[in-house]
């Protein structure tokens, strides 16, 4: 069973920073690719980065980039989404998911989110 856990939300003062985890099993790892995304209360889901598993390379939306930092370790199945500098702006439920490649559409597993509140 494809499981997708998130963890490291929780409630941070504008300024600060967190790293979220996202812990894979189910598949092999370094044959998909791991993005994380984000949505906002009222707001549509977007994308923030993504990593190829086999080679590392990394993507980020333009509006994310600066801020946020993803990394992979392959021997623990894990993805992170390091953010920095955190504004009231990024409070959203955080995802990760994970498909074949960067370019390819996030169908096929998520998980189940993780909440980050950014105080004022």
């Known amino acids: 069973e494809v499981q997708l856990v998130e963890s490291g939300g929780g409630l941070v003062q504008a300024g600060g920073s967190l790293r979220l985890s996202c812990a894979a099993s189910?598949?092999?790892?370094?044959?998909?690719?791991l993005g994380w995304f984000r949505q906002a209360p009222g707001k549509e889901r977007e994308g923030i980065s993504c990593?190829?598993?086999?080679?590392?390379?990394?993507y980020y939306a333009n509006s994310m980039k600066g801020r946020f930092t993803i990394s992979s370790d392959n021997a623990k199945n894990t993805v992170y989404l390091q953010m920095n500098s955190l504004k009231p702006e990024d409070t959203a439920v955080y995802y990760c998911?994970?498909?074949?490649?960067?370019?390819?559409?996030?169908?096929?597993?998520w998980g189940q989110g993780t909440q980050v509140t950014v105080s004022s």
């Open positions: 990593i190829s598993s086999a080679d590392g390379r990394t």
């Open positions: 189910g598949f092999t790892f370094d044959d998909y690719a």
């Open positions: 998911a994970a498909t074949t490649s960067c370019s390819a559409s996030f169908d096929d597993y």
